[in-house]
């Protein structure tokens, strides 16, 4: 079993989670009724990286609304320039470069701290993979040593007293299952029962298929064994995926994700991006379908962070929604400070017009 737990390497974040802050948290949080020591973990790591990459924010906020102020100054220049060149498409480029110089505006600048954002997203969301990767198969492989601890001992203690070689290894299976049933303590969030496994309708322990399987919500544990793995986990499977009337229990009910969809959204809605000048040769129409494009992108990111957080595991879940508003209360905070700078600009500007 220790080679199932090598196939499932930590990568770098996935051991700063696991190794590192998560057996700190359990060495004093283990033992909560609503929230489990990963839960702690998941919500200190996200603060943590929040804080670290809070200057990032800054700078792309800073770079954004620079760009929006001077866009703000040059919008009555290209309109005029627009009007100038009519349809010459070379000149218009040009007297637009030689404006964007001339005041230093680079809308790619802005959207740098934007791809480095990008990029902490996909490596932390490696890191949860692995560490969700590493802990249930670690999980596994107790439950396994347990299993076979108890299945010898049973088979040591009652040697004697049971001859009937069928009815021994029955009894021993028996204590077995038992041994891992009391030994088998999920980590809940919440109304989640398993953090390790998606907020949604799937079963709170994974069987063979989600275990070991590939693609979207599935852990791709390749080398489990198939038949050892349904003999150990059979009975927790029994005990925590199904009822009294027999009928399958969801692990969650969409909460998280559903929460983390909506404050991607308001965070969305709180960013306000530069308005994009008219290109050279474009016609109202074309400028019409651009704007609406660029509105519809500022819905594709929400909605995918949305579909990660609803088929991958609730730790990944709860880390969007704790991410998500932390930058809403960052937005929020960051528009006021704005306004309140805007409003001190344009009376200052009023105060020097009305002087003169």
């Not at 929230?35 to 990459?53: N, P």
């Not at 000048?277 to 500022?298: D, F, L």
Request: charged share 20%; with cysteine; glycine share 6%.
């Amino acid at each position: 079993m220790d080679l199932m737990i090598l196939a499932t390497e930590l990568n770098g974040i996935g051991k700063l989670i696991y190794n590192g802050l998560y057996q700190w948290v359990q060495s004093w949080g283990n033992d909560y009724a609503l929230m489990g020591a990963f839960g702690i973990t998941v919500i200190l790591f996200t603060l943590f990286l929040k804080l670290a990459t809070l200057p990032f924010d800054v700078w792309q906020k800073v770079l954004t609304r620079k760009n929006a102020l001077k866009m703000e100054v040059m919008k009555p220049e290209l309109d005029k320039i627009t009007k100038q060149c009519g349809q010459n498409r070379e000149l218009l480029m040009q007297k637009q470069r030689e404006l964007y110089k001339k005041h230093k505006y680079s809308a790619f600048s802005a959207c740098l701290p934007s791809l480095l954002t990008l990029a902490i997203f996909f490596m932390v969301f490696s890191g949860f993979n692995s560490a969700v990767r590493h802990y249930n198969s670690a999980v596994f492989d107790d439950l396994s040593n347990v299993y076979e601890t108890a299945y010898t001992a049973a088979i040591a203690e009652k040697t004697d007293e049971i001859s009937d070689e069928a009815a021994l290894e029955t009894y021993a299976i028996g204590e077995a299952e038992q041994a891992v049933l009391a030994s088998y303590n999920p980590e809940r969030f919440l109304l989640t029962k398993n953090i390790f496994m998606p907020d949604n309708w799937k079963s709170p322990i994974p069987d063979i298929q989600t275990y070991s399987g590939t693609g979207m919500g599935k852990l791709g544990i390749s080398d489990a064994d198939r038949l050892e793995y349904q003999k150990i986990m059979s009975p927790i499977i029994q005990k925590y995926n199904f009822n009294e009337e027999g009928k399958k229990v969801w692990n969650g009910y969409l909460i998280l994700p559903i929460i983390s969809f909506a404050l991607s959204i308001l965070s969305t809605k709180l960013i306000k991006a530069p308005e994009t000048p008219q290109m050279a040769g474009q016609t109202e129409e074309q400028m019409k379908a651009q704007q609406s494009q660029a509105k519809m992108m500022t819905y594709i990111m929400p909605f995918m962070m949305g579909i990660f957080a609803l088929f991958y595991s609730t730790a990944f879940a709860l880390y969007m929604v704790v991410s998500n508003l932390f930058t809403t209360a960052f937005n929020l905070g960051f528009n006021i400070v704005s306004k309140q700078i805007d409003k001190k600009r344009k009376d200052e500007i009023m105060s020097r017009t009305i002087k003169k």
